[in-house]
């Protein structure tokens, strides 16, 4: 999917942290927004991913999905992770990433270390490390 927003504002009170943003995404297309706190980097995420209102138009792959709920942009195909700096400690690091895959049945997670390292694996695949 394609990922294009055009005149995205937003502000807090009377500070303005996205000034009519023009951007457009590709397919497989990595950008990093990068600036000191408070500079609105989460706020454009949260814009783009309809957790807080924003002006301006916001497109994936042609459909304007600015007015849709945080919930149908996901249907719509726009994913979103958030941030967790933390780590569990009492985990490898091979635990700690098949975490971000996990099985659950009833509201219950079943790890299975076998299945945790495989996944773990694929994952590491997939980067592109050198």
């Not at 297309?29 to 500079?39: F, S």
Request: proline share 5%; charged share 25%.
């Amino acid at each position: 999917n394609v990922i294009e927003f055009d005149g995205l504002k937003k502000a807090f009170e009377d500070k303005l942290l996205i000034d009519g943003l023009s951007f457009k995404l590709p397919p497989g297309g990595i950008v990093g927004v990068i600036g000191p706190n408070g500079a609105g980097k989460t706020t454009l995420i949260d814009a783009i991913g309809g957790f807080v209102p924003a002006r301006g138009r916001i497109l994936l792959s042609g459909t304007d999905i600015g007015g849709l709920s945080e919930y149908r942009r996901s249907r719509a195909g726009l994913g979103r992770t958030f941030q967790d700096i933390e780590l569990y400690g009492e985990l490898s690091v091979a635990e700690n990433l098949a975490l971000l895959d996990l099985d659950t049945v009833g509201g219950r997670v079943f790890l299975d270390p076998k299945a945790m390292r495989r996944r773990a694996e694929e994952l590491v695949a997939e980067l592109p490390l050198p």
